[in-house]
């Protein structure tokens, strides 16, 4: 059986693995993300491709002539370079090459790389085999320390002009609204709704103030019925179910799939979500957009590199 070797590269880790057809992945090893240092990320870049594929010539297993790779965005496909805003080292690495260049000497025959941003890579993950499989027309969220997404129409990733299309955290939402923190973005989504811009709301109307508090913290609070963090939810929330309107009136969705470390709350941040895109959402074509948790494990980015790498084999 084929696979496609596949890199998910992120700001605590890089994940590299082999991706069957169906979605199994083989020999798959991952390393911390030095985040300050181009030449130690290099390094371990090179390490984990050679040892993937040393893993894979052992087990007498084919691989393709093609490399997905997901990572940390802004990306830019037309240079294959990154310019991760948490990932110092790689602002402007030579990712593509780099890790092509690797597998090339390793197989002894060329290999081609194929480059999308991480949340990108996580809608094509839960297209491909997860919570939206199938979807024509389906957008994957991150809500976590930042926001990221990816969108997928007729089971292919929308990539744009530079490769990041579906960069849903600065999707406007207040008209000249708060600042993100680092960015200078203002009223976008991702200084709302964030694991982060959540927290920040929380203790400025009192919530725990002092303490070192985090957006678990805040969901398990909500969940006992705290009146404050159950309401910076909602809000928080509310501001997400516009952004997700918005996506889904420019691209007709039938999905939206919510994954990352603050939807895995569950029912304490989907219930108010799906409440307020229901208000928001006044036609029927919008309304009937299925708001679902991911089906997948953290293993999502290095799925969704390998249905990058297999979609690009198909041409």
Not at 48 to 59: E, F, I, K, P, S
Not at 65 to 93: E, K, M, Y
Not at 208 to 230: H, N, P
Request: hydrophobic share 50%; net charge negative; glycine share 14%.
């Amino acid at each position: 059986m084929t696979h496609v070797l596949a890199i998910d590269i992120g700001g605590t880790k890089i994940a590299a693995g082999l991706v069957a057809a169906d979605g199994t992945v083989r020999h798959d090893r991952e390393v911390p993300t030095d985040a300050h240092d181009a030449a130690a990320v290099g390094a371990a870049l090179s390490t984990l491709v050679t040892d993937v594929l040393t893993d894979a010539r052992a087990g007498d297993l084919e691989v393709a002539d093609v490399v997905g790779i997901g990572s940390a965005g802004p990306v830019d496909t037309g240079t294959g370079t990154v310019h991760p805003v948490n990932i110092a080292s790689l602002r402007g690495f030579p990712l593509v090459e780099h890790v092509t260049a690797t597998a090339t000497r390793v197989l002894g025959r060329p290999v081609t790389g194929a480059l999308a941003q991480d949340g990108q890579c996580f809608a094509a993950a839960e297209q491909w085999i997860g919570a939206a499989a199938g979807s024509p027309a389906m957008m994957g969220v991150v809500v976590s320390t930042g926001i990221g997404g990816g969108i997928v129409l007729d089971g292919r990733v929308l990539g744009g002009k530079t490769g990041n299309a579906g960069f849903i955290s600065h999707v406007g939402v207040v008209l000249d609204g708060e600042l993100l923190p680092g960015s200078g973005a203002a009223g976008v989504v991702e200084a709302y709704a964030s694991g982060p811009a959540m927290v920040r709301a929380a203790h400025a109307q009192g919530w725990r103030v002092g303490e070192d508090a985090d957006a678990k913290a805040l969901t398990a609070d909500a969940r006992d019925g705290d009146v404050i963090a159950t309401a910076v939810i909602a809000a928080g929330t509310r501001a997400l179910a516009s952004a997700f309107l918005s996506a889904a009136a420019l691209l007709d969705l039938t999905d939206v799939v919510v994954g990352g470390g603050v939807a895995a709350a569950g029912d304490v941040l989907l219930d108010p979500l799906r409440r307020a895109y229901a208000e928001l959402a006044v036609y029927p074509h919008l309304a009937d957009v299925r708001i679902t948790a991911s089906a997948l494990p953290r293993g999502s980015g290095l799925l969704g590199a390998g249905r990058l790498g297999w979609t690009a084999l198909a041409g």
